[in-house]
């Protein structure tokens, strides 16, 4: 992407490249800020706040490049696996994220949404999401979405609970459930699939994050660390995302 590192693309298993439309939904990893930091000789947390700011600048690129919606891995079910004190200072950005951001979302006509367990989450955290979330639900511009406390199979679990129950309980058949019935249950049903996924750092997976709506998502992977990601870098994603050849298996 920008500076001197590059994107590396995921194996091209496409057999060639055509011009394209941009995607409708970007998905983003966002990876490094404990790196960052430590290159830097800082704690872990001011990594995470100077990634907080990286925020806006996907956003910007988001917007700038005509995508509907712009998904972030923000915490994964596995992050509370870290140190307690890591832990608490990235629930602290979150809480100055909900109560600084919001309005500027909203000023933008960007919708806010929250999928993951919210559960483990402390109360306060659960109704700042839900007044962000109702402040913005009429906006257009721009769906935002924060995977938070997420994780995929942990989503398709409950999926399968929930389906399993609706059988059991005579609400649904078993000829019913089909691929399409089955998406209906997962926290994106409203949502498109996402056609791109970028993760930053230089790490090459998924990490539990939307694995099944990510099944014939492009994948882009790029060295830079996500606090200096840039919406240049998001726009020279999307341009390479552009030459894809996304034949979905029909050819």
Known sequence: MSDSPTV??????????VGGDGPTHVAIIMDGNGRWAT???RPRSFGHKKGSEAVREAIEGAI??????????AFSSENWNRPPSEVRDLMGLLRLYL???VAQLNKENIRLRVIGRRSQLDNDINVLIDEAEAKTSQNTRLTLVIA????ARAELTDAAKALAAAVVEGRESLENITEDRFAQELSTADLPDP????RTSGEQRLSNFLMW????AELMFTDTLWPDFTKD??????????GRDRRFGKR
């Open 64 to 73: 700038r490049s005509g995508v509907s919606v712009l998904t972030l891995y």
């Open 195 to 198: 056609d791109l996924v970028i």
């Open 233 to 242: 870098d998001f726009a020279d994603a999307v341009t390479l995302y552009k």
């Open 39 to 41: 290159q830097r000789g």
């Open 8 to 17: 590396q693309n995921a194996p091209d298993l496409t057999g060639g490249a």
């Open 99 to 101: 109560r600084n951001e």
């Open 213 to 216: 709506q990510c099944a014939y």
């Open 148 to 151: 938070l406390n997420y994780g």
